[in-house]
């Protein structure tokens, strides 16, 4: 099992929560929240307002998302889902528990390091040099007050 990090539409109660408790894509199993140690930049781009983690380290905001223990069919799913490598790249990144659900692996998150765990992420260091400009978020929610509703795949 691989522990991942989602911040975007694949967080509960986004559009695309559908594919993480989706079983015939793999497993992915919930098991708590957390926050980038480093700062990020989170913007909304494109025509379709995708979420996307910039991979520029110390700029931006501690990014708030929910971690979870995926298989290695859910990892090759969220991979092409993500279109790695080429639109996001998939990265270990330290994760800040800031509360903590799973079930038997509680205490190895308590005996990380500060809550600190090592989770992989779907970041970009491929994007147009623009989106730097971009307004910068915390907590992604494809209807919040920025108005810049993501549009479904389906819908495109």
């Known amino acids: 099992m691989a522990r991942v ?24 199993k919930f098991q708590g ?10 913007v909304i781009a494109g025509k379709y307002n995708i979420p996307y983690m910039l991979n520029i380290p110390g700029t931006g905001h501690h990014i708030a998302g929910e971690i979870y223990s995926v298989d290695e069919q859910m990892l090759q799913f969220l991979d092409e889902f993500e279109g790695c490598p080429d639109m996001y790249q998939r990265t270990l990144m330290r994760i800040q528990v800031v509360e903590w659900e799973g079930k038997g692996g509680a205490g190895e ?14 970041s970009t260091a491929t994007y147009p040099p623009e989106w730097v400009g971009l307004p910068y978020y915390d907590n992604y929610d494809s209807s919040g007050k920025h108005g810049l509703s993501y549009v479904l795949r389906e819908s495109r």
């Open 5 to 28: 990090f989602v911040y975007g539409t694949l967080k509960k109660g986004q559009p695309n929560y559908k594919h993480m408790i989706n079983t015939a894509k793999g497993l992915a």
């Open 33 to 42: 929240r957390g926050r980038t140690v480093e700062k990020y930049p989170l």
């Open 109 to 122: 998150a308590r005996a990380a390091a500060d809550g600190i765990l090592e989770c992989f992420v779907y």
